[in-house]
C-alpha cells in the first residue's frame, strides 16, 4: 500500500499509535500486541523502522510489525 511509511510511533493506557509521514495516524488497542502492552516504557522507546518505513521493530523485545497488516487487522476486527 503505497504512502503507509512510518514517522514516528507512540503508546498509552489504550493505543498503538503509529504517526505516517503523510500525516495520518493509525491507532489500534494496544491489547492486540501482548509483547508491546507488556514493554516497559524503555523498552518500547527502542524502536526503529524497518523495510523502507512500512514496518516496526523492536529488536530488544524481538517483536516485528507491519503498518499494513494494522489496518487489515483493524478492518477484520472491525467487521465482526
Known amino acids: 500500500m503505497p504512502g ?4 514516528d510511533v ?6 498503538l499509535h503509529v504517526e505516517l509521514e503523510d ?4 491507532s489500534t488497542p494496544v491489547s ?3 509483547e ?7 523498552e518500547f522507546r527502542k524502536y526503529r523502522f ?3 518505513g512500512t514496518g516496526i521493530e523492536w529488536e530488544t523485545l524481538d517483536y ?5 497488516a ?8 472491525g467487521a465482526a
Do not use: F, N, T
Open 4 to 7: 503507509l511509511k512510518g514517522k
Open 10 to 15: 507512540h503508546i498509552d493506557d489504550r493505543y
Open 23 to 26: 500525516g495520518r495516524v493509525i
Open 32 to 34: 492486540w500486541y501482548p
Open 36 to 42: 508491546l502492552e507488556r514493554a516497559s516504557i524503555s
Open 50 to 52: 524497518i523495510c523502507d
Open 64 to 68: 516485528h510489525l507491519s503498518i499494513e
Open 70 to 77: 494494522m489496518l487489515y487487522r483493524d478492518a477484520k476486527q
